[in-house]
């Protein structure tokens, strides 16, 4: 009798129906694990923000941004090759992937003075971006948030023009951090957002300018076909108007809120951006503070970014 019960019991658990009805059985009284919304943006930069993102743990990414001159304005068209001529700033940087939320770079940038507010250029940075939530396919977490900081030191020549900000008198005059809240949400397959709290830190500063300035960016991704997307996004600095003014009545000078659009091109390993701004800097510690150019005037720009990934993991060789 106990061989028969032993066969019979052997053929119910062989049986694919049986199996399934158990398969099933056991995954409804498991709770799912929550998945992370994945690809919110396609890098971790938009075009002069920060995205969400962070590559993957043990991989290298290479950065080439670059900026031209103006496209019309007194220092844009035909004589300039509609700004072609010129470049008002270069960045070449890499970034390393500590873990999948976990990022540090390091890079350096030519730097974009404007002559008035700032002069200083030829910029070295660190950099680290940190995932702190994720939002959830389920919606149970509707945003992701993630934290992004960096260090830079201007490595030009000291000057020796008086209220300039290139004429450090210490080591320390040469640094400025940026602090930054990253917020995003992936409303569908086709439109992102990303919302950027931030805070600029200069130690030096020209006569009237401002050593702290928080702002508020903000960026967007609309898809348009599987490999391409518009990208966009915009910073409004919170400035003293006592520093408004003074720049405005005594130096004749305009600040304006940095605004870029671009298109986004993935090709494998590779993500690509071609882009026009009217920022000159590429890093935050200057464009949020400085930017001097106009939209209307036709003072805005060509740019592009360019990334490459490579697995430095053992077995991406």
């Known amino acids: 009798m106990k061989q028969i019960i032993i066969l019979l019991l052997t053929y119910l658990l062989a049986s694919p129906v049986f199996g399934q009805d158990l398969a099933q059985l056991f995954n409804d009284s498991t709770p799912k694990q929550l998945q992370p919304v994945m690809g919110t943006f396609k890098s971790p930069q938009i075009i002069n923000g920060q995205s969400n993102e962070t590559i993957h743990k043990n991989d290298l990414l290479f950065v080439v941004m670059h900026r031209f001159g103006d496209i019309g304005g007194e220092l844009g068209g035909f004589q300039t090759f509609y700004g072609l001529d010129n470049s008002s700033d270069i960045l070449i940087g890499f970034d390393y992937g500590i873990s999948d939320l976990w990022s540090i770079g390091i890079g350096r940038t030519k730097g974009a003075p404007n002559g008035v507010n700032t002069n200083q250029k030829e910029f070295v940075y660190l950099n680290s971006k940190l995932r702190l939530i994720r939002q959830s396919t389920d ?71 401002v050593n702290n300035l928080l702002a508020l960016g903000f960026g967007a991704r609309v898809k348009l076909s599987p490999s391409m997307a518009l990208i966009a996004d915009y910073f409004i600095p919170f400035r003293s108007s006592e520093s408004t003014d003074y720049f405005l009545e005594q130096k004749g000078f305009h600040f304006y809120h940095p605004l870029g659009i671009g298109l986004e091109i993935e090709t494998g390993g590779h993500v690509f951006n071609a882009s026009f701004t009217n920022s000159t800097a590429i890093l935050e510690n200057q464009f949020i503070p400085s930017t001097s150019s106009s939209w209307n005037k036709g003072e805005f720009r060509w740019g592009f970014t360019i990334t490459r990934t490579f697995s430095l993991a053992r077995d991406g060789f």
Do not use: C, W
Request: proline share 3%; charged share 15%; net charge positive.
């Open 139 to 209: 919606n149970r977490t509707p945003i992701s948030l993630s934290l992004y900081g960096n260090t830079v030191v201007s490595v030009m020549q000291k000057s020796e023009a008086a209220n300039s900000d290139a004429s450090f008198q210490s080591f320390g005059d040469r640094m400025s951090y940026l602090a930054q809240v990253i917020v995003t949400r992936k409303f569908s397959n086709g439109l992102s957002l990303a919302i950027l709290p931030s805070y600029v830190r200069r130690n030096y500063v020209s006569h009237m300018d």
